[in-house]
């Protein structure tokens, strides 16, 4: 029959207040209702006197000079309660003093949740076979014994079966006759080291009790996996009995896992508690040592919880926190770590990270599941998050530096009007709002406009040349120069741009526009970041070299370099039939003259001058193009409004310009009247 818990009378002695309430309330999460305490020997004294205990939880220093371990000898003459000690003390000093005193157990400080339930029922249990073994109490004893679903085996001082329960007979296919008077080897599988099985005896004698994993062997011979607790009955200071209780090890486990996920988890909303989060964070930070991998600490507190609780209730706010939960497991991958860190505060650790451009996109898809309107009681309510984010290695190398900082960025995104993120770090947080403005002005940008293209036309006769999409919306026509270098160096920027075109090319471009692309020359602007990070832009480039479209790629000379130099199989990717390069910012200090000729260059871009430009000015442009021409490349002249300047450049009739006076931008149908003109 299992323990009833909730009748067990439990009696905790301990001078040490703290460690009492402690005490009182591990007992209470294990399911003893029935738990007193006192604080020195006389209070206990009392309680006894007062009420019959089941068993004593007695510490061996009680202070004021009182020996725990003597005082035990009053409570057994006079009551007979069991005694489980309590010690912060060396095993080795304890145990010999224990062994003359009839004590059931001994448990060290701190104490574990597990071994201090599995104890308390042994010892009641042990206590039980005592009475078994008293005359007329014997069949009573055995009667309850036989009702319990754990194995439950006696022993006498030869290691022979004096009794067996149903339940291991159960567990071992044998029959009660079978194991009466048997040596209790018959049982234990012959995989158990011999040494193994002397030192569980030896341990009975010296400290009174045994218990872990043992190999039991059925009557069929076949091994199973038990955990078995023995404790040693005493009499006049002799071993006369041993109880054992067999529990099954998978059960156990299941037990003890369910215990761990208890005290390591929320219980509202199942996540990682705060100990457990940052337990976890320190593993990551360990392994990002390592990989030489970086790590984002995300400290997220919720914007607009307190009118739900204020509104209609904690039973609603506790909905809520469940919701944000299963919304972050929804937004992130299972390998992430998200823990509760307290109230309506939350946190999360992405631990391989290769970039910060990985954690400007996860807090984009965090803010964007978070923000979403909540619907509870028939209402709906605006709940969102102020996301404050700290980086290793930046912003420090230890875990709670990290959760600091973040918890820091996280107010400043607060102060700011909430509903969004901060970074801790200055430099990546200049970053991100760059991110922020042009993700914003894109994404407005683009629920007003079509995809529009720029004209690039030749000087000498006006003609249209090439036709340039507009990639980024909102920005400059004809390029992404007024957009900061550190969005640009973001392969995603680049990939949502081409993807754009790419649908255009797929599901929106007429019949016409089919016709027309055959031969059609197409101007992208491209980057480092665009082609090292670009499967969109090859499945771009793939879909024009299929439709037999001829593309000019154009990037500065800046990312040709590290191209070259650092990742030239991305560039050489980039060399097929249909495909020449534009190069702007062209210096010829970065790439040398040799490299420019022996790749397939076919203009070099060049900013225009206006009225007020000096001569100095206008004698390097003329040298820049001279180069170029030399070269035997074109010149394609950037952000032309003015025709008198078309009339300054002297030799240009093969070069190029592009910009307001090349036309306005034009949409996909309009491009196609003008070049069937």
Do not use: C
Not at 62 to 82: A, H, K, M, R, V
Not at 327 to 354: A, N, P, Q, W
Not at 469 to 480: A, M, Y
């Amino acid at each position: 029959m299992p323990l009833q818990k909730d009748s067990v009378r439990i009696l905790v002695v301990d001078d040490d207040p703290s460690f009492l309430q402690l005490s009182l309330r591990l007992l209470e999460s294990l399911g003893y209702r029935e738990v007193v305490s006192a604080q020195t020997s006389e209070d206990a004294l009392e309680e006894l006197a007062r009420h019959p205990f089941d068993v004593v939880l007695l510490d061996i220093e009680l202070g004021q000079g009182i020996d725990g371990i003597q005082f035990s000898e009053t409570i057994t003459e006079s009551y007979g309660t069991p005694i489980i000690f309590l010690t912060a003390g060396a095993e080795e000093q304890i145990a010999p003093r224990i062994d003359r005193n009839s004590t059931m157990g001994l448990l060290f400080k701190p104490i574990n949740s597990t071994e201090l339930d599995i104890l308390i029922s042994t010892t009641l249990r042990g206590r039980r076979a005592e009475l078994a073994l008293s005359g007329e109490k014997h069949s009573l004893i055995a009667r309850i014994f036989d009702s319990m679903v754990e194995g439950v085996f006696i022993l006498d001082a030869q290691r022979q079966f004096v009794y067996a329960n149903d339940s291991l007979l159960r567990m071992l296919d044998y029959q009660r006759s079978e194991l009466d008077g048997r040596f209790s080897n018959i049982i234990v599988s012959p995989r158990e080291n011999v040494r193994h099985y002397a030192r569980i005896w030896s341990a009975l004698k010296s400290r009174g009790r045994w218990e872990g994993a043992l190999s039991l062997r059925t009557r069929n011979g076949s091994d199973r996996n038990d955990w078995v607790s023995l404790t040693a009955v005493r009499q006049d200071g002799r071993l006369v009995n041993v109880v054992g209780l067999v529990l099954d090890a998978t059960e156990r486990k299941r037990h003890e896992e369910m215990l761990y996920f208890m005290a390591h988890h929320d219980p509202l909303t199942g996540l990682p508690n705060r100990k457990f989060f940052t337990d976890q964070l320190t593993r990551s930070l360990a392994r990002a040592r390592r990989t030489d991998h970086r790590v984002a600490v995300f400290f997220i507190d919720l914007d607009g919880f307190k009118e739900i609780n204020d509104s209609l209730g904690h039973a609603a706010g506790d909905d809520t926190l469940k919701i944000v939960a299963r919304r972050l497991r929804e937004s992130l991958r299972k390998t992430d770590v998200i823990g509760r860190y307290g109230g309506d505060e939350f946190v999360v650790v992405i631990d391989d990270l290769k970039d910060y451009e990985s954690s400007l996109k996860i807090a984009d898809k965090l803010l964007l599941s978070l923000n979403a309107d909540i619907q509870l009681r028939e209402r709906k309510f605006r709940v969102g998050a102020s996301i404050g984010i700290s980086l290793y290695p930046l912003d420090g190398d230890s875990s709670d530096l990290l959760i600091q900082m973040a918890d820091a960025a996280m107010y400043a995104a607060k102060r700011s009007g909430g509903f969004d993120y901060r970074f801790s770090d200055t430099a990546v947080e200049k970053i991100a709002a760059s991110w922020r403005r042009y993700r914003s002005e894109s994404d407005r940008t683009a629920r007003k406009r079509q995809l529009l293209f720029q004209l690039i036309r030749t000087i000498g006769s006006n003609r249209i040349f090439a036709v340039q999409p507009d990639l980024f919306p909102g920005e400059v026509p004809g390029g992404e120069d007024s957009m900061p270098s550190a969005v640009l160096d973001m392969p995603s920027v680049w990939s949502e741009a081409y993807w754009r075109l790419l649908v255009f090319l797929r599901e929106e471009a007429d019949e016409d526009w089919q016709t027309l692309l055959p031969g059609m020359r197409v101007h992208l602007r491209t980057a480092a970041a665009a082609v090292g990070g670009g499967e969109v832009l090859h499945e771009l480039l793939d879909e024009l070299h299929r439709r037999r479209v001829r593309v000019i790629l154009e990037m500065s000379e800046r990312d040709l370099e590290r191209l070259l130099n650092h990742n030239e199989p991305a560039l050489q990717s980039l060399f097929r039939e249909n495909i020449v390069f534009s190069i702007r910012e062209a210096t010829g200090v970065m790439i040398r003259i040799n490299d420019y000729m022996r790749l397939p260059v076919d203009s070099f871009v060049l900013p225009s001058l206006d009225a007020a430009s000096d001569s100095d000015q206008k004698m390097l442009m003329y040298m820049a193009q001279s180069n170029a021409h030399i070269l035997g490349r074109r010149v394609l002249f950037d952000s032309v409004s003015e025709s008198d300047f078309l009339r300054t450049v002297r030799g240009g009739g093969q070069d190029l310009y592009r910009g307001s006076l090349a036309g306005d931008l034009l949409s996909a149908s309009d491009v196609v009247q003008l070049l069937k003109k």
